[in-house]
């Protein structure tokens, strides 16, 4: 019997959304895992960050569930997401070579703030898709807003890149902290300098997930700045992808 100590066996789970549309190609079921290092402060899933609540799920169990869709799912497949879904990663690694047995595409949501170990680098090899959450392109600014530099997150994704590995680059979109032009400059900079980059999306900003900070008690740091709008998109849309194809 599996011990539940064993992490490559047992994750921690938020949640589960089992008809996905906006987290990779197709409709896909997202599996979303407990605990985030980070303390970005404009997170709308603050109740994903504690790596000690969610629910013990086995892999099994996991597997088997996802199987139950996979009529669903076969244009689209399977992503995790969190929290930081790479804080589980021996889990991640097991979940995706029994996915990749059934032909079942494999997505990681994530910030890419971890160390490349070769643990990672195997998740890595069985991961279809990254989707590349780029917290800000400014390591110091980076730092205030969700408290850590960029540095690992920027070799994370080139190593991504050395390797032909698919990823999306995103960013919220937050005014008056994500959208200056320089540092949009600097991000259209870095992607154009990457090799396996198929599509760039800005997530505008909103405030809907306050209510979870104020739940736990927490200061909601941006309160008083505005929603992102449609506009504030295309305008970071031209100035990044300027001079590029990707979409």
């Not at 590995?165 to 900079?189: A, Y």
Request: a negative charge.
């Amino acid at each position: 019997m599996q011990n539940k100590d064993d992490l490559k066996y047992y994750a921690k789970v938020h949640s589960v959304e089992s008809f996905g549309t906006l987290d990779g190609p197709g409709i896909r079921y997202v599996l979303f895992l407990q605990g985030c290092s980070l303390r970005c402060k404009y997170c709308h899933n603050r109740d994903t960050w504690n790596i000690n609540a969610g629910d013990y799920r086995s892999l099994d169990d996991i597997f088997d569930n996802i199987l139950r869709y996979k009529n669903y799912i076969k244009n689209g497949g399977v992503t995790c997401s969190g929290g930081e879904p790479l804080l589980q990663f021996e889990f991640l690694i097991e979940l995706f070579k029994k996915l990749k047995a059934k032909g079942i595409h494999t997505c990681i949501d994530t910030s890419g703030m971890v160390g490349l170990t070769d643990k990672m680098k195997e998740l890595i090899d069985l991961t279809d898709l990254f989707l590349m959450d780029v917290k800000h392109i400014d390591p110091d600014k980076c730092k205030d807003l969700v408290g850590f530099s960029n540095e690992r997150e920027l070799a994370f994704i080139r190593y991504l890149s050395d390797v032909g590995k698919p990823m999306w680059i995103r960013q919220v979109l937050v005014p008056g902290f994500t959208d200056d032009e320089n540092d949009l400059i600097k991000l259209r900079d870095f992607i154009s300098s990457l090799k396996s980059v198929q599509k760039v999306e800005f997530l505008p900003y909103h405030t809907m997930g306050m209510y979870k900070w104020l739940e736990y008690g927490d200061k909601y740091e941006l309160e008083g700045v505005r929603n992102a709008t449609d506009e504030d998109v295309e305008r970071a849309k031209k100035i990044v992808l300027l001079d590029s194809n990707k979409n």
